[in-house]
């Protein structure tokens, strides 16, 4: 069982909108709120990149520049669940999106994808008319 499950992805037209969550499943085994949580997306044939990322309360955030206004990150700690709102999705945005955890007493929000300890298996979000 993997640790972390996304869902919420989809095939949606231009402009429409997708809000993906991150659970934390029974194999997580450890307090959702101890975990700063990101959200990374891969393209065919690229690498996996930022999106953004929240801290262990929700009350600090980072972005991929370009998509903060479009993109905002939230979490419910009570239910294990980390979201991603998607909004006026482009056919660029097409990928599969992959939600990570850092066990982090810091308060770490880390942008790189090797400074977290667990990952999902990933939604696929696919933009087009």
């Known amino acids: 069982q993997v640790p972390l499950v996304e869902s919420g992805g989809g095939l949606v037209q231009p402009g429409e909108s997708l809000r993906l969550s991150c659970t934390g499943s029974?194999?997580?085994?450890?307090?959702?709120?101890?975990?700063?949580m990101g959200w990374f997306s891969q393209a065919p044939g690229k690498v996996r990149e930022f999106v953004a990322v929240?801290?262990?309360?929700?009350?600090?955030?980072d972005y991929q520049a370009s998509l903060k206004r479009r993109f905002p990150i939230s979490r419910h700690n009570a239910q294990n669940t980390a979201y991603l709102q998607m909004n006026n999705l482009k056919p660029e945005d097409t990928a599969i999106y992959y939600c990570?955890?850092?066990?982090?007493?810091?308060?770490?929000?880390?942008?790189?994808?090797?400074?977290?300890?667990?990952w999902g298996q990933g939604t696929q979000v696919t933009v087009s008319s």
């Open positions: 929240i801290s262990r309360a929700g009350t600090v955030t």
């Open positions: 990570e955890a850092r066990n982090t007493v810091t308060g770490a929000i880390p942008t790189n994808l090797e400074e977290y300890d667990y």
């Open positions: 029974a194999a997580f085994g450890d307090t959702f709120s101890n975990y700063s």
